[in-house]
């Protein structure tokens, strides 16, 4: 929100500038002719602010990993992914993060936090927060900046506030009061720093960090640092830095850094008499672009440059070509390429017309323009792997992926109700239908199974063929690992269940077979192959259970999700059961007093058992081959093909904070449908 940058006066100028037609413009796809600049990334989202009142912020999408190995450059891709919505996201597109699997975007005068599919740009939710700025995410939370009060300069404006929301239900669990007019933030041992800038209360800028601990979400301390703070970045030593705006007149911008101290907490360290606007850190350097106004000799000047976080010192002030230089207008937003460090350098032009994205080489050699919507701004990547469906769908018979899920029965859990979200008048059909939307055409959405024995059934367009000597089938949970390549981490393994449609109804009602992992031979004599469990429905409390051991338990109610853990579109049935295989328990706690615990992967032959891609490939671990296929009896079974995919939950543990053992289900892919 530009009114904040350049003040009451400049505020004038853009609101009467703004346009008074409101049109959407279409999803345009532009081919880029260029090469190389995607290496380690596979795409990037770009959001548009839009001239304040015109409601036209957009989101567009850099895609370097097209199945044709072109470039392509798609504008205003919400609206082509979202058809049955508003398709205009509204006033003022201020940040954009992704966050696991989900894509933040806040619209600032709108007063939301847009929440969508980070590999596909589907709506997921919205979250109501009042003049909102800036988003940081720390152990599944998000932390929205407010202004709170309404678009106004005035001496008398209130303090804002920052509002803490739960990154899977997207409900506001918390706020804590800051400074006034707070911006950027970023999260360093367990607090959270917030820049607050005051730049509704012009001339007495507010000129303070604030310290929140986020274990008791209480503003602890205020740091002094600059007048109209805006932008603040942690670098890899522990370093925080926050740019300061000035006062438009007599004090000059600035951009400083906070030290760690020797209390714990941080203390400024020094600061460098440059101007910066927008800023990205990568390694031991600092890229800025910087504008600094004076509204009383009416100048204005641009400056673009590298610093070194380590020496704190000004490397280079001139990052890019001196022709290119010239063509750019206002630069306002900068990304870069983390692993080729290539730039992204965004033009906002004249602030009311479509603006430009810029891509230079690290040594700052232009390679290729694109026009993008109004006041391009902020840029965030998209790993590989994850990038978004911008090509066409592939006909019926080559499809790989999901095409419709068929049952969804979960256990409780924790994560029941919220992935996919329940609203009440849900039933069985239509909550199938949300999985369906979720996981079909490798949407990226993320389904809970609940603890033991919670299932979903899936099918593709086609048979899936048995290759011999080959994988078959390759499914996608949210496994992680501590280290890349090990097998400590986060495994919540589900057994994968295949089915022919033999009575050929079209239905999943035949003989199911487990596809046997390696806990049948890593684990002899400790897996549970005819185990059962019963849950009983208790509203709003823990979820008793008993099991045909003879043992009981309850999935235990925590304080990070509130929500009922009994799948309520169920409750009806009072109570649940499931029966299968149970594998051994996983779980370590590794400090023996219940703070971290470890899930360890079984080898192979579960889904979410370990993470989806191994050097940009679909990981062996989450692939399964149908010649594992065991009867009841656990004999082999010769399939030349399968119809139906089932996945449930073979855990039964409880882990502390944690709690319960959940397998999640993210997609399943046919790896050879052309057979």
């Known amino acids: 929100m530009r009114s904040v940058l350049i003040s009451a006066f400049s505020l004038t100028v853009v609101c009467t500038s703004c346009r008074d037609d409101e049109f959407v413009v279409p999803m345009q796809d532009t081919v880029i002719p260029s090469a190389g600049t995607g290496e380690g990334i596979g795409g990037m989202y770009l959001v548009n602010e839009g001239n304040m009142g015109s409601n036209k912020c957009t989101i567009d999408y850099l895609d370097l990993s097209a199945a044709d190995g072109l470039v392509h450059y798609q504008r205003n891709i919400f609206a082509a992914r979202n058809p049955s919505t508003v398709k205009e996201l509204g006033d003022v597109g201020n940040d954009i993060q992704l966050y696991g699997s989900r894509l933040w975007i806040v619209v600032n ?194 400056s673009m440059g590298l610093v070194n976080v380590r020496t704190h010192d000004i490397l280079q002030t001139d990052i890019f070509d001196a022709d290119e230089a010239k063509a750019v207008t206002m630069p306002y937003g900068i990304k870069v ?200 429905y208790a509203p709003m409390a823990d979820i008793p259970w008993h099991d045909s051991k003879g043992t009981q338990g309850t999935i235990r109610r925590n304080g990070y999700h509130q929500q009922e853990y009994f799948p309520l579109w169920l409750a009806d049935k009072a109570t649940l059961s499931f029966s299968g295989t149970r594998l051994p328990d996983n779980a370590h706690d590794v400090n023996g007093d219940g703070s971290y615990w470890r899930l360890d992967a079984y080898r192979y032959g579960y889904a979410d058992n370990a993470p989806n891609l191994s050097d940009g490939k679909p990981n062996p671990a989450c692939c399964f081959n149908i010649d594992w296929a065991v009867d009841r009896d656990r004999q082999h079974v010769a399939l030349s093909h399968i119809d139906f995919v089932r996945v449930y939950s073979a855990m039964n543990q409880q882990c502390g904070w944690i709690g319960e053992t959940s397998t999640e289900i993210s997609g399943a892919q046919d790896l050879h449908p052309e057979r």
Request: contains cysteine; glycine residues 10%.
């Open 337 to 536: 390429n983390p692993y080729t460090r290539d730039f992204f350098l965004m033009d906002a032009k004249n602030y009311v017309s479509s603006g430009e994205l810029l891509c230079f080489d690290r040594n700052g050699k232009f390679r290729w323009r694109v026009t993008t919507g109004d006041i391009p701004s902020r840029a965030a990547f998209v790993s590989h792997g994850a990038a978004i469906d911008s090509k066409p769908q592939p006909p019926a018979g080559t499809n790989p992926y999901i095409i419709a899920v068929d049952e969804y029965v979960p256990a409780p859990g924790q994560f029941v109700n919220v992935m996919p979200l329940y609203t009440p008048g849900d039933t069985q059909q239509t909550m199938v239908q949300k999985c369906t939307d979720a996981l079909a055409n490798d949407n990226g959405g993320l389904v809970s199974l609940g603890a033991y024995g919670g299932y979903i059934t899936f099918h593709f367009s086609h048979p899936v063929k048995n290759v011999s000597g080959e994988y078959d089938i390759y499914i996608k949970g949210n496994a992680f690992t501590a280290t890349p390549g090990a097998t400590d981490g986060s495994s919540e393994p589900g057994i994968v269940m295949v089915s022919q449609d033999t009575n050929g109804n079209a239905l999943p009602d035949d003989e199911w077979y487990e596809l046997a992992g390696s806990a049948d031979t890593d684990s002899v004599g400790k897996a549970d192959y005819n185990y059962s469990i019963t849950y009983t």
């Open 109 to 302: 005068c709108s007063n939301k936090v847009e929440v969508c599919t980070a590999d596909s740009c589907r709506r997921i939710g919205q979250i109501d927060i009042p003049n909102c700025r800036f988003v940081a995410f720390d152990k599944g939370y998000a932390y929205v900046s407010s202004y709170v009060g309404p678009v106004r300069i005035s001496g008398d404006a209130q303090l804002g506030r920052v509002y803490k929301i739960d990154t899977l239900t997207l409900q506001k669990t918390d706020s804590v009061v800051v400074g006034y007019q707070p911006e950027e933030m970023a999260v360093c041992d367990g607090r959270l720093y917030v820049a607050n800038s005051g730049g509704y209360r012009v001339p007495d800028y507010d000129n303070t960090v604030s310290v929140v601990n986020l274990a008791t979400m209480c503003e602890e301390r205020k740091i002094c640092v600059a007048p109209n703070l805006h932008r603040l970045r942690a670098d890899r030593y522990g370093q925080l830095w926050v740019s300061s705006r000035g006062d438009y007149r007599d004090i000059p911008p600035s951009l400083s850094w906070l030290t760690p101290a020797p209390d714990g907490g941080m203390s400024v360290g020094g600061s460098l008499d440059i101007a910066v606007s927008e800023m990205d850190i990568v390694g031991d350097t600092l890229y800025y672009i910087g504008v600094d106004r004076n509204e009383k000799t009416m100048t204005q000047t641009i």
